[in-house]
């Protein structure tokens, strides 16, 4: 459970902007959404490595 002080005098809208950072640092919601779905292992390590692959044309790290 997520749990955010408020401090004396402090304003509802900062509070609530530091509870968002607090959720959106656990990740929950990313999880959620890759367990809707099932993807294979090879399917996945072909996504990573077609991704390592634009990074490094992208980059130009290869050399």
Do not use: C, H
């Amino acid at each position: 459970m997520l749990v955010v002080q408020v401090k004396e005098g402090e304003n509802i809208e900062r509070a609530l902007k530091r509870y968002k950072n607090k959720f959106n640092r656990t990740k929950i919601v990313r999880q959620l959404r890759d367990r809707k779905q099932y993807i294979k292992p090879t399917v996945a390590n072909r996504k990573t490595k077609l991704k390592a692959v634009y990074i490094q044309a992208k980059y130009g790290l290869d050399s």
